[in-house]
Nanobody, 123 residues
Framework: VQLQASGGGLVQAGGSLRLSCAAS????????MGWFRQAPGKEREFVAA??????????YYADSVKGRFTISRDGAKNTVYLQMNSLEVEDTAVYYC???????????????WGQGTLVTVSS
């Protein structure tokens, strides 16, 4: 499975960005998908995840982004999105998408990773 993350950039605080993660080479529809981020000097942290079962999606969010970020998936395009609204300076980080995990909030449990996309939020 190959994951290609995109959509990062520079945005002012309060603004919005949408990240995309395009998957190829695997049975994407059965995988859990997650977004993590890593700020300079900090550990990689969980942001959001989505699972898909019985034609229904379940989403999970870190408390720090709940109500501001939305994870979704487009099965036809094999793509997962992270819509980020009301961005804060503290959201500045490299954002990574990941696929197929046994524990959604644990980075080490994911089998596949994208290359990361930088999000910079200015004050």
């Amino acid at each position: 499975v190959q994951l290609q993350a995109s959509g990062g950039g520079l945005v002012q605080a309060g603004g919005s960005l949408r990240l995309s993660c395009a998957a190829s080479g695997g049975t994407f529809s059965s995988y859990s998908m997650g977004w993590f981020r890593q700020a300079p000097g900090k550990e990689r942290e969980f942001v959001a995840a989505i699972t898909w079962r019985s034609m229904s999606a379940t989403t999970y969010y870190a408390d720090s982004v709940k109500g501001r970020f939305t994870i979704s998936r487009d099965g036809a395009k094999n793509t997962v999105y992270l819509q980020m609204n009301s961005l804060e300076v503290e959201d500045t980080a490299v954002y990574y998408c990941a696929a197929r995990a046994t524990k959604l909030v644990v980075a080490a449990s994911y089998d596949y990773w994208g290359q990361g996309t930088l999000v910079t939020v200015s004050s």
